[in-house]
């Protein structure tokens, strides 16, 4: 009887728009939570029958709700220096615990701060994870999760730094006169003294200090010969204390002739500590081709303009920065900083397809497709938005629009079912 499908629909009305209305509740009530997804209610019939013939067998709907998870929502302005948003695609990936085999999640919400154990973790618990960086600032991108570490910037308080560089800037003076004789280690065994010399420390992996000397002599015109060797020499294993030598030729406006020079006074110096400290190879930054940014030669008095070394013994941890790139850098007491982590972005194929949890969070399903983890700003992944928030993406005049609308719909539907209540009614009727 139709007078009975009719009466179903409107039950299945009632049911369609009770689910309509949670998500608008949902949706409402989230609307400050920090990266929200908000849900749309959407509908699709139920049909009975698809040939319409003389008599008709009403179907009825049902609510369809629609994840917005690829919706981006506006980024805030945030004081604090560990808030993150994302600037298009892309979730941060986040564990439920620091065990680092804890379960996987991926979140928008991106208000992290220090916990106690000094790991960052945000509002909901999780926390954050990155690729550990080397001395180099560098890192593996396998693809696989468990590449990546729980992100705790306080884990490098009190621990070394090796040097990696060594950047130096100097004049030779060019009316030196050049020395009579010299033979490659005559400075670093004192044989010959330098006209010019100058020393810097540098650390091993251990952050003991290590002094290396970079020793001077004029033996030409627009030529110097250099050694750099370390003092006293039994800090390392190469004879003499001498880790390199060679010539530095100038061009005749006095700036550096790299292709001239002899290459091992600008490649990598890699000592070998007596001490049984290990070393990472340390870049010599003496100076461009043709330029004026490293050794020079001019009348003027030989000096030394500039110098700059890395490494040593980190202080406490002060404070945490994350660059626009998703780097993570430890800044310590001293003013020193240090990169620390890389941050992923985890990417998919249907966003809107991911699982929703609780804690603002998603976990991957069938309909999302896998992963992939990539750099920010690479591959398909959106920017990292430093000290930023990003708000929820639900507009509160729509939902109290809709909420308008599934109110009504659910009186109709409601109207539905007396109406046809009175209808069995009068046919109860007819045997009277």
Not at 54 to 77: E, R
Not at 142 to 151: K, S, W
Not at 165 to 194: E, F, I
């Amino acid at each position: 009887m139709s007078l009975y499908s009719a009466l179903y629909a409107g039950v299945s009305g009632l049911g369609a728009q009770a689910s309509a209305m949670a998500t608008v509740a949902d949706n409402i009530t989230n609307v400050n939570t920090i990266g929200y997804k908000g849900v749309s209610a959407d509908f699709r019939t139920l049909v009975t029958d698809g040939r319409v013939r003389t008599s008709y067998s009403a179907g009825g709907v049902s609510a369809a709700p629609q994840a917005m998870i690829s919706k981006q929502g506006l980024l805030q302005a945030s004081s604090s220096l560990t808030d993150i948003g994302i600037d298009g695609a892309g979730f941060f990936v986040v564990r439920s615990s620091s065990d680092p085999n804890a379960e996987i999640a991926f979140t928008r919400a991106g208000s992290f701060k220090p916990d106690p154990a000094g790991f960052l973790r945000n509002t909901s618990g999780f926390y954050l994870q990155g690729w550990p960086l080397d001395a180099q600032g560098n890192y593996v991108n396998t693809g696989n999760l468990n590449a990546l570490e729980p992100i705790r910037p306080n884990s490098l308080t009190g621990a070394a730094l090796p040097s990696t560089k060594v950047q130096l800037r100097a004049n030779l003076q060019s009316t030196t006169t050049p020395v009579a004789a010299y033979t490659a280690g005559d400075m670093a065994s004192g044989t010959v003294t330098p006209q010019f010399s100058r020393s810097v420390d540098v650390y091993d992996q251990q952050g003991n200090p290590h002094r290396i000397t970079f020793g001077f002599v004029k033996t030409g015109v627009n030529q110097w010969s250099t050694e750099i060797y370390a003092d006293p020499a039994s800090d390392v294993t190469a004879p003499g204390g001498l880790l390199a030598s060679g010539d530095v030729m100038f061009n005749a406006d006095g700036s550096l002739d790299l292709a001239g020079s002899t290459a091992a006074l600008f490649a990598d110096l890699n000592p070998t500590w007596t001490n049984g400290a290990g070393s990472v190879p340390i870049a010599l930054q003496l100076g461009d081709d043709g330029g004026l940014n490293g050794l020079t030669q001019f009348s003027g008095e030989s000096a030394l303009l500039s110098s700059s070394v890395d490494g040593g013994m980190l202080g406490t941890v002060a404070s945490v920065e994350i660059s626009a790139e998703g780097v993570v850098s430890a800044i310590f007491e001293d003013g020193t900083s240090r990169a620390i982590y890389q941050l992923p972005l985890a990417t998919f194929q249907n966003p809107d397809g991911l699982t929703r949890l609780g804690g603002n969070a998603y976990a991957m399903s069938q309909e999302s497709g896998n992963f992939a983890i990539n750099k920010p700003g690479s591959l398909g992944s959106g920017a990292i938005a430093a000290s930023s928030l990003e708000a929820s993406n639900v507009d509160l005049a729509q939902e109290f629009t809709n909420m308008i609308r599934f109110q009504r719909a659910y009186s109709a539907s409601s109207k539905i079912i007396t109406t046809v209540d009175d209808m069995l009614q009068e046919v109860s009727n007819l045997k009277r």
